[in-house]
């Protein structure tokens, strides 16, 4: 075979160098029916050659032909799923779970092998949302952990230390005075620290008073941190969703909005939870600077939403807008019977 | 945080202080299960004028069966206390014979909290990043029968309110208006005990933790947190 001729089968198995199966079987084939044929006219034709041997000749041209053919359509019927399986293989992720092998039945060998293949995959896609839930959980508790902590010890002592700062403020001499106001303002700030980044790790409102008060508070919170207003449009009520999909949606919108104040530049983002029976819409939208660049691969902030978006069974998506610039997340929630609940 | 501002006007026709009230000794009582906060809370409480702490406790029940023994004008009390919290507390002796003003002191006082102050008869709700000399001025305030409880945001208060029954919904609304006990009883033509009886059933509802929930309602919270357990939450119409 021509150089040319060898490059194709490379390219499409993109590793080794080999001949696929298909060329092999219906080559061989071929070959082994053009020699019996061959052999058939030398042998039993008539020792002349008559218009009768050449009429032979061609019915048996016909029947090669058709027998190559029905050996092409056979063998790549058996290939076709392996190729297909091959290419799946081969950029499969599980992060963006659901992808599988289309129309595998274990109607012949590599047919099996394709369905055992997408068994394979769903079973790695159970493991890999069990273990993330189990990661996650973890996480959670870790931060009441130490949002707890941060209350009982450092909020309390904070408290002491100011309570005892007012007192002597009481008896020290006047000039002294200024300092300590001084002193008694770094504490007061701290404590205010302390209480945010406890609320922050523990989103309390979320367990008290559900997701839309949590989604508000959380958004009037950066307003005032961060300096990113936040015009939420929150479609109440919001429907049940349970704990653990409520808690993902609430962590989705902290990171979006976290995001907004580090990477957008933008001072104004809008925050929109709207649902229809079926599914529940939440979006972050900022006035930005817009993605750094499409295509590249997901921070450690995002990969961490996609996560749980994956874990309540919800689509996200981060794009640019229709219009305008910036950047739009959206996380689509089906609910009830529609939700998967992994 | 504290908006006692707002509150102010109803105060004006309080008596201006100089006369007898503010002359009074102030006998108090501290409740936080925080040694240091305790022991800060007392120095600089104790060293007012006309003040005197009277008992520290660090729990609920050891404060409640203090108050009982002693007359009490004022009682600090922390709300997050070891076992039963700071609202269990507010009510129990908001009961009895001779009630003392309760002022809620809390790490995490806001609007929820103050709503289930006002509900459970404490008279303000500080925050604890405030400045020892405006925690005086509320004891000073509330012996004076004053309310110093920052306004409850219309949303959140409209979102408590569908958590309770109908029949109790006008009684939470005028319970978070501040309008005196004394008055609601009569408007309502109930007696002091059935609305104190309703007001306890209502906060069930409203607190941020179920409060009679047991004991060792702290680290039971903790440890449900950890185990991520949906808490049990009323049903109501916002929840779907």
């Known amino acids: 075979m021509s150089s040319s001729a060898d490059e194709a089968p490379r390219r499409r198995a993109g590793r080794g160098r080999y001949r696929p199966l298909l060329q092999r079987v219906v080559a061989a084939n071929a070959a082994l029916l053009v020699a019996a044929c061959l052999l058939t006219v030398l042998v039993l034709a008539p020792r002349k050659f008559s218009t009768v041997a050449v009429d032979e000749a061609i019915v048996l041209l016909v029947a090669l032909a058709l027998v190559a053919l029905i050996n092409v359509f056979l063998v790549h019927r058996f290939v076709a799923p392996l190729q297909k399986l091959n290419a799946l293989a081969r950029r499969v992720d599980l992060a963006s779970p659901g992808q599988r092998i289309p129309d595998a039945r274990p109607i012949s060998e590599a047919g099996e092998l394709a369905a055992t293949f997408n068994d394979m995959l769903a079973r790695l896609e159970r493991e890999q949302r069990e273990v993330s839930r189990r990661v996650l959980a973890a996480h959670e508790s870790e931060r009441l952990r130490v949002a707890q902590e941060l209350h009982d010890e450092v909020g309390q002592t904070l408290t002491a230390v100011l309570l005892q700062l007012s007192r002597a403020q009481e008896r020290l001499p006047r000039e002294l005075s200024g300092e300590l106001r001084e002193a008694q303002a770094a504490a007061r700030a701290s404590l205010e620290d302390v209480r945010r980044i406890a609320t922050d790790l523990r989103p309390e409102t979320l367990n008290d008073l559900g997701l839309a008060s949590a989604l508000a508070a959380l958004s009037d919170g950066f307003g005032r941190r961060a300096g990113v207003r936040v015009e939420r449009q929150i479609a109440t009520p919001i429907p049940a969703l349970g704990s653990e999909a409520e808690l993902a949606v609430y962590r989705i919108a902290q990171e979006a909005l976290t995001n907004v104040a580090r990477h957008a530049g933008s001072d104004s983002a809008e925050l929109t939870v709207s649902s229809d029976p079926d599914l529940l819409t939440l979006t972050i939208r900022d006035h930005g600077r817009g993605l750094p660049n499409r295509g590249a691969a997901d921070g450690n902030g995002v990969r961490g939403m996609r996560e749980r978006a994956g874990l309540i069974g919800a689509k996200l998506t981060i794009e640019p807008p229709l219009h305008g610039a910036g950047t739009e997340l959206r996380l689509e929630l089906p609910l009830d019977g529609a939700r998967c609940s992994g | ?240």
């Open chain 2, 1 to 240: 945080m504290l908006t006692g501002g707002r509150d102010a006007k109803r105060g004006s026709e309080d008596r201006t202080p100089g006369t007898d009230a503010s002359a009074k000794q102030v006998r108090l009582m501290i409740v936080d299960d925080h040694p240091a906060v305790r022991l800060g809370l007392q120095q600089l409480l104790d060293c007012q004028p006309n003040f005197s702490v009277a008992a520290v406790c660090i729990d609920a029940e050891g404060a409640a069966a203090r108050a009982e023994a002693e007359r009490i004008d004022v009682a600090v009390v922390d709300y997050q206390l070891g076992g039963r919290n700071g609202l269990w507390l507010c009510r129990q002796l908001r009961r009895l014979p001779d009630p003392p003003h309760v002022i809620i002191f809390s790490a995490f006082a806001n609007d929820h909290l103050a709503a289930c102050c006002a509900v459970a008869g404490a008279g303000a709700v500080l925050n604890k990043g405030v400045l020892g000399s405006e925690l005086c001025d509320a004891v000073r305030s509330v012996v004076r029968g004053r309310r110093l409880l920052p306004r409850v945001s219309q949303p959140l208060a409209d979102m408590l309110r569908r958590r309770l029954p109908e029949r109790e919904q006008m009684l939470f609304g005028m319970l978070l208006a501040g309008i005196p006990r004394v008055e609601i009883a009569r408007t309502l033509a109930m007696s002091a005990r059935e609305l104190n009886c309703r007001a306890d059933a209502m906060l069930r509802d409203l607190e941020p933790l179920p409060g009679e929930a047991s004991a060792s309602d702290r680290p039971q919270r903790r440890l449900d947190r950890e185990r991520l357990i949906p808490r049990p939450r009323p049903a109501s119409p916002l929840r779907g």
